[in-house]
């Protein structure tokens, strides 16, 4: 049965390398556990953007994946908390440093055909360049989906009114966003003590849950019904929340319940237990959730194993596994070269 890892991360070295040559902030450098320390415009050490070494080698994590005794898992890169440092840049710097994460995701689609497909970096700080980024990424590199982190730098208004134009773009465009938390909020009720406890299991499920609220009572997902918001980590408490979410949202005069916004996304299985996965599938409907590990974050063999735990149907297992990605992330297999010549005569 063919798989489809719907959230998986790899992190090109030459983004990374690039800020380490920087001497003023935004600026990284090489860490003791073969990833890199970031520290955003302002002097301060994001403690959860630099990775460790297996983010960063696209050929040893597909050959991890196939080392789990499944005939092929596929991969859709995404970026996780990263995708907010193209923000906290100053514009001009954050086209530069999108732009050379984007080059280096199309490069990986291109040496592994059908096997990997990414998505690209964008930088929220200035609407026109965001823009431009990504007609660059979509039209030109062929990336398949956008990166909205969670945040604008620090901003948490993701929904602003001068990202319209943005988010009416995506719509136009059919491609999905994948929301991820960035670890940029509620860092000082959450982030510190406990060895980053406290903010990896509880301070990104509440940081990614607030950010589709905003989207949901702003009217985005309102005034653009087409849009694709793909939810990390089974939704984070939305769907668990969700009469909760109804019933003390009357304020924001939504035409709809929230209820009804947040099964108009999508979700992957990201929850490091089968009730989780299960509820997610029966909240959102089973066509609109995606398998997904999170790797290199969680161990995709524990992953692999909990999923079958749930004795999903086979033809429920083919939409999870392949079928819905497919369908919601519009992947496409290359065209074999000699096809591509001969539409060329």
Known sequence: MQIIDSHFHWWPRAVFEALCKRKDFPRSEPNARGGYEFWSPGGRQEKFLGGWAEWFDIDEQLAHMDSLGRDRIDVVSSIGPFSVAFSYMPKDMGREFANLWNDEMATAQRNHPGRVWASAAVPLVDTDTALEVVDRAINKLGLMGVNLPSSVGDDPRIDAERLEPFYDYCEKLGVPLFLHPTDAVFQDMLIDGYGGALFSSLGRVVEVSTAAMRLILSGVMERH?????????????????????????????????????????????????????????????????????????????????????????????????????????????????KAREAALV
């Open 225 to 337: 019904p087409n849009l694709k918001i793909v939810m990390s980590h089974t939704g984070g408490a939305l769907p668990y929340q969700s009469g909760r979410m109804d019933k003390n949202t009357k304020a924001a005069k939504l035409p709809r319940p929230v209820s009804e916004y947040i099964k108009r996304m999508y979700t992957d299985t990201v929850s490091p237990h089968t009730a989780g996965m299960k509820f997610a599938i029966e909240y959102y409907g089973v066509d609109r959730v995606m398998y997904g590990t999170d790797y290199p974050c969680w161990d995709p063999a524990t992953c692999l194993e909990l999923f079958d735990k749930m004795g999903l149907s086979q033809a429920d297992q083919e939409k999870i596994f392949a079928g819905n990605a497919r369908r919601i992330l519009n992947l496409k297999d290359p065209v074999p070269a």
